[in-house]
């Protein structure tokens, strides 16, 4: 991976996070939240599409993404909103970041 699908990448992932994060706010407090999540869901795909154009696999592309996505959500809803987050499932996101390891590792083989 070069530093720029690197950049893309991580970008796509905050975006992600933080719409979905701006979603439990929108259903939880003001409706304005809908508007990060509006703006937040289109950068993150955007980003993903320019991840692919850089050369990056789908399979490794969609696996970070998904993995880093769910286990920032999950500590950030544990956080910022007293969300649970038990050692079964600190074993599932291991689990998760285990998988998209092993998909990166198969696809230079």
Not at 70 to 94: H, I, N, Q, S, Y
Request: charged share 5%; hydrophobic share 60%.
């Amino acid at each position: 991976m070069s530093g720029l699908s690197i950049l893309f990448l991580a970008i796509a992932i905050l975006a992600e996070v933080g719409a979905t994060l701006s979603l439990r706010m929108a259903t939880h407090g003001s409706r304005l939240w809908i508007i990060p999540v509006a703006i937040g869901y289109p950068i993150a795909f955007a980003m993903l599409v320019l991840t692919l154009a850089e050369g990056v696999p789908l399979g490794v592309t969609y696996g970070i993404w998904t993995a880093a996505g769910v286990a920032l959500t999950a500590v950030a809803g544990r956080v910022l909103f007293k969300e649970p987050f038990t050692w079964l499932m600190a074993a599932g996101v291991a689990l998760i970041i285990g998988g998209v390891l092993l998909v990166e590792t198969g696809v230079q083989h």
